[in-house]
């Protein structure tokens, strides 16, 4: 039987946006606000936002082709942890893998994610305003994990790194956050015998090129230099493909062998019945694991550590981590989930088909609709809010955007994405704010309102913010005078929009490379 890997790995998802944490706007204060803002009338009132809803069902399914996205995704920069602090974002590199980093039935999940959540605990601790540093977790290929970081793309590495002499050239380590761990050949049905390690000279391997184990499989070809015997021949394989995808074509014989962390063979014995560990035949041991930062950082190492140490594998919520993603994890549910996929693709199409309408990137669409409702179409407000847009009957019915029956999915999202291009054009439409930042405000006045951002824009530039900026600007005023729900509710959009950004284009990759190495899905 071949076992459907890569429909956990195809199931691309919104993330789960914190709505437990949002405030919700009565109706009283949605007619005074309407009211208010609105003077003329060729504006409709705005939508309501119901916070803290439990679905937890729905998804959306990665699109067949690629699409570059421009505008919210963070411009590089480098700097220490003081420079972080000032722009409010620390952002973490990472590899979309089961286990480590994944999308599961709407939810980012994985030891990668619940660290990154509190990590930015960590470094809140002392912070008593509304306005919060961010971790953003940014998903790329293995390949550029360390040229992203030093290129200003990324701050910290999180993705089961090792540290090794090659890598402490080009990038600083945190202390580890591992027990030793052991890099041992793995064997599956069409591997020939081995008698011991010396038993793989003239042999091919098929490793990452960025891996550690090219490392060690370097090393070891030295060895059989100084020994005259023939070396191991390295043939690289795509940066896309996980550990997991490997040993899925060790299992099925499409490969006779794989190199790869002792700790990951066990629990995939469960589901890969015929791979065979040589714990024999051990390329490198001893290894640690540590996050990965650019050199000469040292308030970002300090800060680093201080958290490693309390949070590392030995330590009471490092073993709790370990064994909920590593001994005590589901494997077989999480990689061969048997989801309904059709209504996720229809979704999905909906927001690419009225995103490309009025102009509004689908993928930012799709995740304000996840922040509104976590795309439940059954979700209802208290206010009467409807729907995954979580649409006012009366919004939507406006002449403005005269969309009828919003208790249907393509038409919520239509009347959803049509209103906030309406706020984007009829209120932040003007020459000095780019388009990236007229949909920040237009996401802000989308959940409290036109009238209180335009309140709150003269008041950013009364106390010499730039009122055309939503982050670090208007935010830290709307901060102040409204309270968390609005800066909570553009930062879980433009934070997740990222990580959703990086997800769809490595699933798109890995499935393609799946595709080449002959990896068959059901």
Known sequence: MNHN???AVLLVALIAAGCSDSQ???PADAEADSEAAISSTDSP??????GNQESDRDALILSETLREIDGLFPEPHTGDLDTMQELGVVRVLTVYSTGQYYIHRGEERGITKE???????HLNRDNKSNVKQRVLIVPVARNELIPALLDGRGDIIMANLSITPERQELIDFSDPISKPVSEVLVTGPSAPQLSSIEDLAGQVVHVRESSSYKESLDRLNAQFAEKGKSPVEIEPVSEFLEDEDLLEMVNSGLLPWAVVDNYKVHPWQEVFHNLTPRSDIVLNEGGRIGWGMRPDSPLLTEEVNAFVKTHKQGTLVGNVLFNRYVTNFDWEHNAFSEDDFARFQLLLEYFKKYGEMYEVDY???AAQ???ESRLDQGARSAAGAVGIMQLLPSTATDHNIAIADIDQ?????HAGIKYLSFLRNRYFDEPDIDLTEQTLLALAAYNIGPSRMINLRNKAESKGYNNDIWFDNVELVAATHVGREPVQYVSNIYKYY????GALRDVTMRRKARAEAGIEDN
């Not at 990222?498 to 950004?501: G, H, K, L, M, T």
Request: proline share 3%; glycine share 2%; no cysteine.
């Open 5 to 7: 890997l890569s429909r």
């Open 24 to 26: 919700t706007t009565t």
């Open 45 to 50: 009132p705005q939508s309501e936002q119901e």
């Open 115 to 121: 660290i990154a959540i509190l990590f930015e605990r």
């Open 363 to 365: 993928l930012l669409a």
């Open 369 to 371: 609709g996840y922040q």
């Open 409 to 413: 999915a393509e038409n919520n999202i």
């Open 498 to 501: 990222v990580a959703y950004r």
